[in-house]
């Protein structure tokens, strides 16, 4: 009886043997494994911040178990969009995006476009802001931008890559101006607290950021908002916006989420289920509200129309300002 024991017990090993030789090879994503959120910058920027804001959302409201944030940078952004279309099929697997990804796949010419990949939803805007020191000479907008139009040498810090929101802005607010976009020299920082540093160490005379970006610098008196770039003013910002100041425009930068290609239409309704939940609860409005973001929740298709018509509108400025070709994928 225990040499039959023996053999039965041994037989599942048998049968494992197989398995076990194919330990090298991923196995496919399971329904009960953790959602994966990529973050394609780096950490402390605003897609991880809005990242990190969704998965504690998400499992605060009880609507995910575990959702784990990595970062995988690269290339302004392109590297992880390159890693969400080679991850083909995976339903565990999403990434954070937004205009910035939209302008980086352009000017650089990403091997993946973003058409390559599956819209989820749009989350939140938020318009960019002028910022200056403290201490700086112009207190005005319009003060600002008579010496930006005199050519005084100023020179302004953008904390987005060329074809990012923060580049975008500077670009489009110069045309509006009648200064040639050629004519505004700028320097380019990588993340939030270089980009403070160089502007309250007058390295840069103004900046162009997103106008939650500094919060805590504005109200402790650091610096000083001059204008926003959205239709309206912002809450808890003391600055009019551009059309207050009687220019026609309006810059506002947007993020939202995408899947890999491959995955069914049942399995896109399923995540866009997700995020339709979170959007309602109590704890996306409260991220929502201590974020100063404002609400512009757009999925499924409707979502990939306005994606479609973005990358239109940006591959155009991008070309208009020499950063691509002609035509655009």
Known sequence: ??????????????????LLLLVGCTPAPQPEDPLRLMVPTPAGGGYDV??????????????????????LTGSAGTTGLSRLVHESGNTRLIMQMGLGLVGSALADRAPHPIADATPLARLLEEPEA?????????????????????????????????????????????ETLGVSPADT??????????????????KIDFALTGSAEYRHA??????????????????????????EHG?????????????????????????????????????????????????????????SRFLTAENKRVAALLHRLGLTGPTTR
């Open 50 to 71: 809005t990242a990190r804001t969704v998965a504690i959302a998400l499992e605060d409201a009880g609507l995910a178990e575990e959702v784990e944030v990595f970062n």
């Open 218 to 243: 504005i109200a402790a008196g650091q610096l000083r908002v001059l204008a926003v770039t959205g239709p309206q003013r912002v809450a808890g910002i003391n600055a009019p916006t551009l059309r």
């Open 247 to 303: 220019h026609d425009l309006e810059v506002v930068n947007w993020r939202g989420l995408m899947a890999p290609p491959g995955i069914s239409q049942r399995e896109r309704a399923e995540l866009i289920a997700l995020l339709d939940r979170l959007h309602t609860t109590p704890q996306w409005r409260r991220a929502l509200r201590d974020n100063g973001w404002t609400d512009a929740y757009l999925s499924g298709d409707a979502f």
């Open 185 to 202: 020299p700028f320097s380019r920082y990588d993340g939030g607290g270089k980009l403070l540093a160089a502007l309250l160490s007058h």
């Open 130 to 174: 002028v910022v200056v020191p403290h201490d700086s000479p112009y207190r005005t907008f319009d003060q600002l931008a008579k010496a930006w139009r005199e050519r005084s040498g100023l020179r302004a810090g953008v904390g987005s890559h060329p074809g990012g929101p923060d580049h975008q802005a500077l670009m489009l607010i110069a």
């Open 1 to 18: 009886m225990r040499r039959g024991r023996a053999r039965t017990a041994a037989l599942p090993l048998l049968l494992l043997l197989p």
